[in-house]
């Protein structure tokens, strides 16, 4: 995705408000500020359950434990992809080099 977005995600408690500006972005935060409901929220809105809403429903990919990760970012031109820190292929070598080249 090339230029700026804001990309509105949320549900019933909680909305994130995320202007993102480049390819990859990286949300680094304390200890309990949000970012795994931020990513759960995402799974919740893959999954297709209720309560969650998003302006760019269509653009989301969720990384899993059991994702195949080349088959998503190779596949995911123009969407946003989470992940999150338990995923643990995200440290690989491997996922480095797709994130670098998609």
């Known amino acids: 995705m090339k230029g700026a977005y ?11 408000d995320l202007n993102i500006k480049h390819g990859i972005n990286i949300i680094k935060g304390d200890s309990g500020t949000g970012k795994t409901i931020l990513y759960n929220i ?45 995923v643990p292929y995200i440290y690989s070598k491997e996922f480095a080099n797709l994130a670098q080249t998609s």
């Not at 804001?6 to 994130?16: A, D, E, F, K, P």
């Open 6 to 16: 804001n990309l509105i995600i949320g549900n019933s408690r909680v909305i994130y």
């Open 42 to 86: 995402a799974v919740d809105l893959v999954s297709g359950l209720g309560g969650t809403k998003c302006n760019f429903k269509d653009k989301i990919e969720v990384l899993t434990r059991i994702s195949d990760c080349a088959s998503v970012i190779q596949n995911s031109r123009g969407k946003f992809i989470f992940a999150d820190e338990t």
